[in-house]
């Protein structure tokens, strides 16, 4: 009698293994399906080299852009300053330098990368951002009222 039932335990062990091994074999194959070739029946404008190519006319290759920078000079200098003044991304690449005096409105116009908002523009110690306003940057003179090293009270 015990050996009826050892051999009708390992019959089920069997037919588990058998069963889980079948079960996912079954689902294995059941997953491995080959892509539909529906999506490459009707290309859309495919072109097979570049010179095919068709774009809209009003699709521009360039990937720069005209900018304006618009300087407010300070108008009571009693002497001229001249330093570099220095266009920058926020990432730190320049994208133009000049010679700039203190004391002179002056509207610049350069080339950079599209799609810039804000610059970074550096003359001497003076260090300040500017967002485009109407395709316009703007920078004046007047260095940044620094009052982090002053007690909170005293401020």
Known sequence: ??????????????????FITIFFLGLVLASCQKESDNLMAN????ASSFEELKVDDSFTWSTEAN???????LDNMPFGVKKQLSIETLDGKRVHTTLAEISQ?????FVAPAGMEI?????GSI?????????????????????????????
């Open 1 to 18: 009698m015990a050996r009826r039932f050892l051999i009708k335990e390992q019959n089920l062990k069997i037919m588990k293994k058998t």
């Open 43 to 46: 290309p859309i404008n495919q």
């Open 67 to 73: 900018y304006t920078l618009e300087l407010k000079g």
């Open 105 to 109: 409105d002056r509207s610049l116009s």
């Open 119 to 123: 610059v970074k523009i550096t003359f």
């Open 127 to 155: 260090v300040k951002e500017s967002a485009l306003q109407n395709g316009v940057f703007h920078f004046d003179f007047i260095p940044v009222d620094d009052t982090s090293d002053l007690d909170p009270d005293d401020q």
